[in-house]
């Protein structure tokens, strides 16, 4: 049956949702970056310059979108391939069945590859005392210890992730502007290239639908379907994929069902626990976090995979930056764009079910 005029067609969905392009869909304003040396757009094409960044300590690439296929390239953590198209899986039974194209290298399993795109910025040395948030707009940057490429490194941040920048100052070596960055964990600063970080508006950091009362809103989270909702008025206005809690060989860790609020709130969160050579983790950056429990459990943007549709994670629901951000603008309370963060004791209903 032809789809009406106007609407995408299912597989055009999947493309779409597969590559995270969706965000693409959301009121905010256009990125301006330095993409060819001078002051311009990203490119317009879905598939203009996209990359994928390995986010597995290992990938395959298959000559055909299937786990049954024969492997015929490796590649390791943090390469970063070229993506052409988006395929669609004939494998039965996936709850995924989406591939992505690398040239004519062959296929990779879009759940290990974190879509990102190289956009270079125009740094400036104007910060407000009371700091701005950026995007890291690269696939991966280095922050250092002091504003120097021979400097030690502190960790490596990965596109998509957010920061609080807190000060700008030129290298005197060769005039490189550096962003001092915030750790928010350990309270310490380093500095990234401000080339690699692109700074957010007041405007794109606006609350979404605010003339619709928090009453009237709803977040919902199905289990089974690995699904999350947002409703105004008892009506849908927003879907996305999720993966939430599971229970791994070393514990369980499952998304706990009933209702909550979205009382607290971070635009940006250094997560980290555990020894990570024992399942723990280190994540800087981690955007868009809605905390519903006293013990961190949150709705949050994810950048380490990309394999959202079962669960995954330690009890938090991962999202797609570009749907965590969605929704952290869409709930209460409101974080203003000068503030580290929003605590009340209400927020935005959440129901999660199985």
Partial sequence: ????????????????????????????????????????????????????????????LYDKPSFNALPVKLYWLDSILTITDVAIS???????????????EGYAYSGTLQPVRTLLNLPTLDIPLSGRLAEVSVPYTDVHQQADDTAGVAYRMYYDTVHWIMSARTAPSDGKIWYQVLDDKWNKLYYAPGEHLRLLSDD????????????????????????????????PVFVTRAATGKAFRYGVYTTPAGLFMTYHKRPTRH???????????????????????????????????????HPKSHGCVNLSPAAAKWLFRWTEPVVKPDRQFAYQPKGTLLEIIN
Avoid at 23 to 29: D, E, S, T
Avoid at 209 to 218: F, G, I
Avoid at 281 to 304: A, I, K
Wanted: proline fraction near 8%; charged fraction near 20%.
């Fill in 1 to 60: 049956m032809k789809e009406p005029d106007g609407l995408l067609s299912r597989r055009d969905f999947l493309k779409l949702s597969g590559l995270g392009f969706l965000g693409a869909f959301l009121p905010n304003p256009p990125l301006h970056s330095l993409w060819t040396g001078q002051e311009s757009a990203p490119p317009q094409g879905i598939f203009d310059a996209q990359q994928g960044r390995v986010a597995s300590r290992l990938v395959w």
């Fill in 90 to 104: 004939d494998d039965v039974g996936d709850y995924n069945r989406e591939w992505y194209q690398i040239g004519n």
């Fill in 204 to 235: 794109e950091l606006a609350p979404l639908s605010p003339d619709v009362p928090d009453s009237q809103k709803k977040i919902q989270v199905r289990l089974n379907d690995q699904l999350v909702f947002a409703y105004e008025n008892d009506e």
């Fill in 271 to 309: 997560m980290a626990t555990g020894d990570l050579t024992a399942e723990g983790y280190d994540l800087p950056g981690v955007p868009w976090v809605m905390y519903f429990t006293e013990s961190g459990l949150s709705l949050h943007g994810t950048f380490w995979h990309n394999d959202f549709g």
